[in-house]
Each structure stands twice: as structure tokens, then as C-alpha cells.
């Protein structure tokens, strides 16, 4: 069992743990000063890639293609850039407890970290359905998709069952975007989930019915309004058929399931302040417990836009959050400050051709515009959400760079709207003026 020291620790290694680390390499770590300490075999790597290009027939996305921070146009920082930097990158390591009092972290093999200043970059975990006790849930070939090994486990039981059934469990993000993927892949691909529509936290009714039809029109069934029960196995463990809550039952050689995540702040519990499911910080994303911070899925932070305390699940949050604390934690070393994080929310997803953006907040009414015909070949269409008669969100499929620029524009500036039939008619042109 080793004790090590360093002067900071980014505990993690996700895409928070890259971007930290990459702003610590830029504005100057002498050698032996920040150790980045992951469970994964791998170095930081832009996760979304993972329910996307990894999955392709052809062509598929591996390390170190997509190693941090490639996805926001930075510089890649392959497993060895981290030792050039001086940057001890700690990987397969998981850390089983932590002191915040006494600043050291200890893994499961025993080893001690001590530390001056803590990131904390733990990300989020999959929510199981072992862990509902659905019967028949721990079979084989019922797959998640977290960290780089699940997909590797995706991919392998994509090329064992190659063409035969799926049913994937869930209808937001992962759901959309594995279903697509193991279309692509020639399954035979049924999605259930229990809401309405599918991505019910940001899709209005009409922006799912979009996604639902081109879905359809691709050959994926949808069965709405309800869930997984229990599952059965062959002989051999693997599963072979879904049972749905209203009786229906379905065939099935791989069954993916997307039913959300939860954000891993066990191991802190009772020792730092927590808000919302995550642990609080202030808008350097500085905790309750001094020399610590929390960055990414973990973090609930003041979004200073909505005066309101909000955690984000999402990429580029977790990208910028991380640049923040690591800036804040400079400055204040300097005797400086950086200013408040202002951040504007932004998700994103792609699957078979199309690809969405979402600016800002989908609160209050929804207007429609453009082309939202899943049967025209290049669909073109948008949302805007009205609060309190200013435009507060905007999502845009299918816009080109600049029109997505615009949706940031508009959500950040959060201009008065005429009516509703007004920003109907001029469509992304509205956002286009701002
Ligand atoms: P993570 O990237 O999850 O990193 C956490 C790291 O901490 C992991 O390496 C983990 O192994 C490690 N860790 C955890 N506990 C310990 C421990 N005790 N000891 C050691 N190491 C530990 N967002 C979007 O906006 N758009 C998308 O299209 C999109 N696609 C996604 C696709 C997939 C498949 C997934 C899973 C997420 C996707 N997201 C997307 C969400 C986005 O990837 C996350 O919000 C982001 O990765 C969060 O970064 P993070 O650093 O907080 O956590």
C-alpha cells in the first residue's frame, strides 16, 4: 500500500477530469503537482461519442480518436500528453473512500492520495433494473451504456447477434440514440417506455411526434405508455424475451435499457453540503468544505441566468464548469478572481441523419416552425418556448452553424415576442435578427 501526495487531485476521469486537466496544462502544473484518478482503463474522452460513432457498422469512432478535448475543437490529450505535461494520470483506480476533513482519498487497493486542493469529476452512474428488483433483470446481453467498457459489451453483443431483435428500454437520450444505432446495425429495434412521447424532459408533443414518425419511417417500433416488468433467459443465461407491464411480451437477443442516471456523491455524503441530488457549490464551483470542488454531473450550481440552483447533465457543462473551477482555483492562488459562471444552457444529440440543438430554458409555451415533415429529406424545423412574453428556449433541427448560433443568441438574450403566430411565421429569421 503507497501513500502519494499531490497538491491537486481531479477525482475522475471523464470528460470534466479532461477539460480540467487541460486547463491546468495551460495555464502551468509543474511535474508531479495534479494526478487525475479514474476508474476507467482509459484516459479522459468525450463521452457522448459513445452512443454515436463508437456503435457504427463501418467507419466506428475508437480511442484515442476521441480522446479529451477534441470534441470542442481542443487540443487531444492522448494518455502520453498527460506525462509530457507532468500530469500523473492515476487510471483503473477506484477510490473507495474519502477524508475531506483529512484531504486524502483511499483506493480499493489500499493505496492512499493526499491532496491540497480536490476536483471532484465522478460524473453520474446508470440507473438499474436489478435495482428495481424486475425480475429476470440481471440476464445476459441486457446491456447499459455508461463508461467505454459498456460499449465495448454493445458492440460485442452487436456483432454475437448480429441482425437479430433489440428492445430498448427508455425513451430519452440513450433510448433515441441506441435505438438509431442498432438500426443502423440492421436489428430489428423495438423502443418502450412509459411517458407519452419520448424525451419527455425537453421534446414538446409536437417535437416528439417529429421524431417518433422519422423513427417509424425507419423501421423502429415504438410501444408507449408502458414498461419493462421482467425478462426471461435461455438456458445459457441470455435473455430471450421482455415482458411488458400491460402483457404485451417481445422477443429479444440484446435488450439495451436508458432509464436515467444518478450522480455519484456517495462517497461524500454527510461530509460537503448537497442541493438537488448533487453537491452545492457556489458559481467557482467551490463546495461547502474549503480546497474542494465539484465539477459536471456532480455539481448543482447558482445558474445565475434563472437565479436559480440547477445540476446539468450535459456535455458541455461539464466542459466549461471544469475550465471554471480549475480558473477559479488559479486566480485565487494569484490573489485574483475569475468573474461568476454565467452559463446558458446547451444540449445536443444526433441519431440516423438528423441532429438537434436546445438553447436555453423549455419552460412556459412552445411555438412550432419550419418544415417538420419526417418524410421531406432534409428536415428543417425549430421550437421556441415563451415565458412571461419573452423568448427564454429555442431548439432547431437540421439548422446549419450559423442558425444554431442564433438559437444561442435568442436564449441568451431572451427578447420580447410579439405573439406566438408572430414567431411562427419568421421562424428562425426571429432569431437571426437578435
Ligand atoms: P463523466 O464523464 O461520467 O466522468 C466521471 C468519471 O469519474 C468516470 O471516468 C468514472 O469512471 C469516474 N469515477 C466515478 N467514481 C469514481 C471513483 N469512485 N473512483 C475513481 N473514478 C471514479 N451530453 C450531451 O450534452 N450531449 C450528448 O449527445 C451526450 N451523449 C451522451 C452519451 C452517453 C452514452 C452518455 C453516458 C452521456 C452523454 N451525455 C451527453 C452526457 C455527458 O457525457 C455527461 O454530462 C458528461 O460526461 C459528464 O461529465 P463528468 O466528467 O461529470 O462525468
Same mark, same amino acid.
Given at each position: 500500500?503507497?501513500?502519494?501526495?499531490?497538491?491537486?487531485?481531479?477525482?475522475?476521469?471523464?470528460?470534466?477530469?479532461?477539460?480540467?486537466?487541460?486547463?491546468?496544462?495551460?495555464?502551468?502544473?509543474?511535474?508531479?503537482?495534479?494526478?487525475?484518478?479514474?476508474?476507467?482503463?482509459?484516459?479522459?474522452?468525450?463521452?457522448?461519442?459513445?452512443?454515436?460513432?463508437?456503435?457504427?457498422? =463501418?467507419?466506428?469512432?475508437?480511442?484515442? &480518436?476521441?480522446?479529451?478535448? %477534441?470534441?470542442? /475543437? $481542443?487540443?487531444?490529450? #492522448?494518455?502520453? !500528453?498527460?506525462?509530457?505535461?507532468?500530469?500523473?494520470?492515476?487510471?483503473?483506480?477506484?477510490?473507495?473512500?474519502?477524508?475531506?476533513?483529512?484531504?486524502?482519498?483511499?483506493?480499493?487497493?489500499?493505496?492512499?492520495?493526499?491532496?491540497?486542493?480536490?476536483?471532484?469529476?465522478?460524473?453520474?452512474?446508470?440507473?438499474?433494473?436489478?435495482?428495481?428488483?424486475?425480475?429476470?433483470?440481471?440476464?445476459?446481453?441486457?446491456?447499459?451504456?455508461?463508461?467505454?467498457?459498456?460499449?465495448?459489451?454493445?458492440? =460485442?453483443?452487436?456483432?454475437?447477434?448480429? &441482425?437479430?431483435?433489440?428492445? %430498448?428500454?427508455? /425513451? $430519452?437520450?440513450?433510448? #433515441?440514440?441506441? !435505438?438509431?444505432?442498432?438500426?443502423?446495425?440492421?436489428?430489428?429495434?423495438?423502443?418502450?417506455?412509459?411517458?407519452?412521447?419520448?424525451?419527455?424532459?425537453?421534446?414538446?408533443?409536437?417535437?416528439?411526434?417529429?421524431?417518433?414518425?422519422?423513427?417509424?419511417?425507419?423501421?423502429?417500433?415504438?410501444?408507449?405508455?408502458?414498461?419493462?416488468?421482467?425478462?426471461?433467459?435461455?438456458?445459457?443465461?441470455?435473455?430471450?424475451?421482455?415482458?411488458?407491464?400491460?402483457?404485451?411480451?417481445?422477443?429479444?437477443?440484446?435488450?439495451?435499457?436508458?432509464?436515467?442516471?444518478?450522480?455519484?456523491?456517495?462517497?461524500?455524503? $454527510?461530509?460537503?453540503?448537497?442541493?438537488?441530488?448533487?453537491?452545492?457549490?457556489?458559481?467557482?464551483?467551490?463546495?461547502?468544505?474549503?480546497?474542494?470542488?465539484?465539477?459536471?454531473?456532480?455539481?448543482?450550481?447558482?445558474?445565475?441566468?434563472?437565479?436559480?440552483?440547477?445540476?446539468?447533465?450535459?456535455?458541455?457543462?461539464?466542459?466549461?464548469?471544469?475550465?471554471?473551477?480549475?480558473?477559479?482555483?488559479?486566480?485565487?492562488?494569484?490573489?485574483?478572481?475569475?468573474?461568476?459562471?454565467?452559463?446558458?444552457?446547451?444540449?445536443?444529440?444526433?441519431?440516423?441523419?438528423?441532429?438537434?440543438?436546445?438553447?436555453?430554458?423549455?419552460?412556459?409555451?412552445?411555438?412550432?416552425?419550419?418544415?417538420?415533415?419526417?418524410?421531406?429529406?432534409?428536415?428543417?424545423?425549430?421550437?421556441?418556448?415563451?415565458?412571461?412574453?419573452?423568448?427564454?428556449?429555442?431548439?432547431?433541427?437540421?439548422?446549419?452553424?450559423?442558425?444554431?448560433?442564433?438559437?444561442?443568441?435568442?436564449?441568451?438574450?431572451?427578447?420580447?415576442?410579439?405573439?406566438?403566430?408572430?414567431?411562427?411565421?419568421?421562424?428562425?429569421?426571429?432569431?437571426?435578427?437578435?
Amino acid at each position: 500500500m503507497a501513500e502519494k501526495s499531490f497538491k491537486y487531485i481531479i477525482l475522475g476521469g471523464g470528460v470534466s477530469a479532461g477539460y480540467a486537466a487541460k486547463e491546468f496544462a495551460s495555464q502551468g502544473v509543474k511535474p508531479g503537482e495534479l494526478a487525475v484518478i479514474s476508474k476507467e482503463a482509459v484516459a479522459p474522452y468525450e463521452r457522448p461519442a459513445l452512443s454515436k460513432g463508437y456503435l457504427f457498422p =463501418e467507419g466506428a469512432a475508437r480511442l484515442p &480518436g476521441f480522446h479529451c478535448c %477534441v470534441g470542442s /475543437g $481542443g487540443e487531444k490529450l #492522448l494518455p502520453e !500528453s498527460y506525462k509530457q505535461k507532468g500530469i500523473e494520470l492515476i487510471l483503473s483506480t477506484e477510490i473507495v473512500k474519502a477524508d475531506l476533513a483529512a484531504k486524502s482519498l483511499v483506493s480499493a487497493a489500499g493505496d492512499v492520495f493526499k491532496y491540497e486542493t480536490l476536483i471532484i469529476a465522478t460524473g453520474s452512474t446508470v440507473l438499474r433494473l436489478t435495482d428495481f428488483g424486475v425480475k429476470g433483470a440481471d440476464s445476459k446481453n441486457i446491456l447499459y451504456l455508461r463508461e467505454i467498457d459498456d460499449a465495448d459489451k454493445v458492440v =460485442e453483443a452487436i456483432k454475437a447477434k448480429k &441482425g437479430g431483435k433489440a428492445v %430498448v428500454v427508455g /425513451g $430519452g437520450y440513450i433510448g #433515441l440514440e441506441l !435505438s438509431a444505432a442498432l438500426r443502423i446495425n440492421n436489428f430489428d429495434v423495438t423502443m418502450v417506455f412509459p411517458e407519452p412521447w419520448c424525451m419527455p424532459r425537453l421534446f414538446t408533443a409536437d417535437i416528439a411526434a417529429f421524431y417518433e414518425t422519422y423513427y417509424t419511417n425507419k423501421g423502429v417500433k415504438i410501444i408507449k405508455g408502458t414498461v419493462a416488468s421482467g425478462f426471461t433467459a435461455h438456458p445459457n443465461g441470455e435473455v430471450n424475451e421482455v415482458q411488458l407491464k400491460d402483457g404485451r411480451s417481445l422477443e429479444a437477443d440484446i435488450v439495451i435499457v436508458g432509464v436515467g442516471a444518478k450522480p455519484l456523491t456517495a462517497l461524500f455524503k $454527510g461530509q460537503v453540503e448537497e442541493d438537488k441530488g448533487g453537491i452545492k457549490t457556489d458559481a467557482f464551483f467551490k463546495t461547502s468544505v474549503p480546497d474542494v470542488y465539484a465539477v459536471g454531473d456532480v455539481a448543482t450550481f447558482p445558474l445565475k441566468m434563472y437565479g436559480d440552483m440547477r445540476r446539468v447533465e450535459h456535455v458541455d457543462h461539464s466542459r466549461k464548469s471544469a475550465e471554471q473551477a480549475v480558473k477559479a482555483i488559479k486566480a485565487a492562488e494569484g490573489g485574483g478572481a475569475v468573474e461568476e459562471y454565467d452559463y446558458l444552457p446547451f444540449f445536443y444529440s444526433r441519431s440516423f441523419d438528423l441532429s438537434w440543438q436546445f438553447y436555453g430554458d423549455n419552460v412556459g409555451d412552445s411555438v412550432l416552425f419550419g418544415d417538420s415533415n419526417p418524410s421531406n429529406p432534409k428536415p428543417r424545423f425549430g421550437a421556441y418556448w415563451v415565458k412571461d412574453g419573452k423568448v427564454v428556449g429555442a431548439f432547431m433541427e437540421g439548422g446549419s452553424g450559423d442558425e444554431n448560433k442564433a438559437l444561442a443568441k435568442v436564449a441568451k438574450a431572451r427578447p420580447v415576442a410579439e405573439s406566438l403566430d408572430d414567431l411562427t411565421k419568421q421562424g428562425i429569421s426571429f432569431a437571426a435578427k437578435v
